[in-house]
């Protein structure tokens, strides 16, 4: 068939035709390069000039090109989500492990091995699109799973509690967390004044305020941190037998994050640090993977629990009510176009499959009217399932129709039912077996604006998280009290946060109180409920306790100068590959060095673009001469003492010392940093950095 032909009959069998998106393209520019066309697909001539009255003449209104391309990038920006703007996706597949027939009817849970395909979008909420990746704030978990009965989307977040239990506060929070209106700072972070008063007059807050104040909030990457659905949902299966679920991911790669002063500094040395790791992760084959983990309980359970399950300032702790791992999620596929994909993904806490129901839980019910809604204003019409991203992978049937950017009108006769045409004429229809049901739950109580008296101990579970921390993790949130209380100028509002401390942990209450100077002690908040003191500790709240094994996919920088110890490099870069890590050569110029066979080893980075907050671990393989040229560089200087002092692991030639000298920390050096002297000496090295961080140190460089 002609192309001329073939073209006419896709018309008239009423499809759209994409030339030059992989469909028709009648002509080329040249071998297999596609010739540029206008959106209307006629093809351009010139795209340098536009079409002018003489060479120094005006423009001609007649140049469609040229309007067209100008008004097109004008309108190339959508409103950026009211939170979560900043965020990042990729496709990835989930394998259902065992069947979960007992527990739900949803199909994707049925068979042993089933794969469902996925997309993925993580994010952090308070910054713009545009704000750095080390912002100091929970991270989105955005999951969506494309299953034979439509889209299941797990919306989370990598904490598993929240800052509010009533869905109608939620526009003041975010109000408070963000930019403060009159000035337009500060961005994406909670370290102000808003902040904190709406947290201390928020005691509902105050576990999700221990939580962000944790090592939670500065990830190393998102591949090395959990993922929560937080609230109760329900699983029903065939015989129509409800059991509570909540929803946990567990990356298989382990739980890592960084420092704070390393995070301030990330920020700068590259504010796209989280999204370029997960690409460089995927495009090299290392694919990130989490379990998914369900907490099932039953009514029983929810009743005798000391909280109350609906309540999502609450966790129920593993030890609880242990996690049964059903499957697992690969991220293995970038996006090929990041608006198309990332921005324009819609997920929706609405969006669930027969056998998965909602609770009660009032910040889920609201969840379900503004996802749906806030789609309409960011994507401009009630269409947007339509973009591909969003679209199910199964057949999508209804009456539905028009719209902006329809793509997917009902065919045939009838928009209508019930009509009479019958059969396949008459359109689809609904399944009362299959199809979706809601959980029949007994409902009866008064209407009335109240919150429930099970949702009113707002401290114990804050005492529980602290005291379950490492002594490590428990400075660091004590740090970070004092450093976002400090950005606070209003002097109430810090002695107010301290109140509220003084329920949760007196150690930590006279930690931040001495940390901020504070004249005076103030009395404890008033609660509404005593803080229950003995809650057991649970260790699956540490990160630290809950670290890899192995090294893998974290990256070490090997700062090198001219000279450098060929065998040393080869022996460190074998020891690296053998244990599935990454590294990047780091040198005064990037073009490399020569080597001291006389070899030469190109760089990634030269040092002031490879700063060793980059990297898990560093290496300073440098010669004699390489040291006494690097002493005298500021940013190598600095490459080895922010190494230091974030607790790193450092390998070093014994030349190295002569920088280390200069950069004052010869005298401090522990056995955190390794001399290498010879290549053999590399595996040691690299079994010490499955430690991550040799946190000792910590007490020495950190003492105010
Ligand atoms: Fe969201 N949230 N949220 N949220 N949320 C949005 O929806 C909202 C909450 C979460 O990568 C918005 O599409 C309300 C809890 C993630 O595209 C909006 C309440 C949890 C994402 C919205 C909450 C989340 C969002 C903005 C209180 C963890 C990013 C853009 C009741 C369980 C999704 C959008 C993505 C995004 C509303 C609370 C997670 C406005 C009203 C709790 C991961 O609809």
Redesign the pocket.
């Given at each position: 068939m002609s192309k001329k032909t073939k073209a006419a009959s896709a018309q008239s069998r009423g499809e759209t035709l994409h030339a030059g998106n992989g469909g028709e393209i009648h002509q080329t520019a040249g071998g297999d390069v596609p010739v540029m066309t206008t959106q209307g697909g006629m093809p351009v001539s010139d795209d340098q000039n536009s079409l002018k009255a003489g060479a120094r003449g005006p423009t001609l209104l007649e140049d469609q090109h040229f309007r067209e391309k100008i008004f097109h990038f004008d309108h190339e920006r959508i409103p950026e989500?009211?939170?979560?703007a900043r965020?990042y996706g990729a496709h990835g597949v989930f394998e259902t492990y065992e069947t979960l027939a007992d527990i739900t009817k949803a199909d994707l849970f049925q068979r042993a091995g089933e794969k469902t395909e996925m997309f993925v979008?993580f994010?952090t909420v308070a910054g713009n699109k545009g704000s750095g990746d080390l912002a100091r704030d929970v991270r989105?978990?955005?999951t969506r799973f494309y299953t034979k009965e439509g889209n299941w989307d797990l919306?989370?977040?990598n904490i598993p509690v929240?800052f509010?239990q009533d869905?109608i506060k939620?526009p003041d929070l975010i109000h408070a967390a963000k930019a403060e209106p009159d000035r337009g700072f500060p961005q994406a972070q909670t370290a102000h004044d808003n902040f904190w008063d709406f947290i201390s007059l928020t005691p509902e807050a105050m576990n999700m305020a221990l939580w962000i104040m944790s090592d939670r909030t500065i990830p190393r990457s998102f591949r090395f941190m959990e993922g929560?659905?937080?609230?109760t949902f329900r699983m029903i299966n065939a015989e129509g037998k409800s059991t509570f679920v909540k929803f946990h991911w567990k990356p298989k790669q382990g739980l890592q994050s960084v420092v704070w002063n390393e995070a301030l500094k990330l920020n700068g040395a590259d504010p796209d640090f989280h999204r370029r790791d997960l690409w460089d992760a995927i495009k090299a084959g290392d694919y990130p993977e989490w379990e998914l983990g369900l907490q099932l309980f039953d009514e029983k359970f929810a009743e005798e629990f000391e909280f109350d399950v609906l309540d999502?300032t609450k966790i129920i702790p593993e030890e609880q009510v242990p996690i049964r791992i059903v499957g697992k999620m690969t991220l293995d596929r970038c996006v090929e176009n990041f608006f198309q994909e990332t921005e324009q993904?819609?997920?929706q806490t609405g969006n669930v499959v027969p056998g998965i129901d909602f609770s009660n839980d009032p910040?889920l019910q609201?969840?379900n009217f503004?996802?749906l809604?806030?789609?309409l204003k960011?994507l401009g019409g009630p269409n947007f399932t339509h973009i591909p991203v969003n679209a199910p992978r199964c057949p999508v049937h209804s009456f539905q129709q028009d719209g902006h950017m329809s793509m997917r009108n009902p065919r045939g006769r009838a928009n209508y039912e019930p009509n009479s045409w019958g059969g396949e004429k008459g359109g689809p229809r609904e399944a009362p077996e299959a199809g979706f049901s809601s959980y029949p739950e007994e409902i009866s109580g008064q209407k009335a604006r109240v919150r429930s008296e099970t949702f009113a101990d707002h401290y114990s579970q804050a005492r529980q998280f602290y005291l379950s921390q490492t002594e490590t993790e428990q400075t660091h949130i004590g740090n970070a009290f004092v450093f976002e209380l400090s950005k606070v100028e209003t002097m109430a509002i810090r002695s107010n946060v301290v109140a509220h401390l003084r329920n949760v942990d007196e150690d930590l209450a006279k930690t931040v109180a001495d940390g901020l100077r504070l004249q005076e002690m103030p009395a404890a908040a008033k609660a509404a409920r005593p803080t229950i003191m003995d809650l057991a500790k649970s260790d699956k709240l540490s990160i630290i306790l809950n670290g890899p094994d192995s090294f893998k996919g974290r990256k070490i920088g090997i700062l090198v100068s001219d000279g450098v110890d060929t065998a040393l490099l080869d022996g460190l870069k074998a020891a690296i590959a053998a244990e599935g890590a990454m590294m990047e050569i780091v040198a005064p110029m990037v073009g490399g060095v020569t080597t001291s066979d006389g070899g030469f080893v190109e760089a990634k980075q030269k040092i002031d673009g490879g700063p060793s907050m980059l990297y898990d671990a560093v290496a300073v393989l440098v010669s004699k001469d390489g040291a006494t040229l690097l002493s005298k560089e500021a940013t190598a200087k600095d490459f080895v003492t922010d190494a230091f002092a974030h607790c790193k692991f450092i390998a070093y030639s014994p030349e190295a010392m002569t920088l280390f000298e200069k950069a004052g920390i010869k005298d401090d050096l522990d056995e955190g940093c390794i001399s290498m002297s010879s290549a053999k000496e590399a595996k040691a090295f690299i079994a010490q950095c499955r430690k991550l961080r040799h946190w000792p140190r910590e007490t020495m460089v950190d003492v105010v």
């Open positions: 989500r009211v939170v979560h965020g979008r994010s989105g978990f955005a919306v989370g977040n929240f509010i869905a939620f929560f659905g937080v609230h999502a993904v819609a997920f910040l609201g969840r503004s996802y809604d806030t789609q960011r």
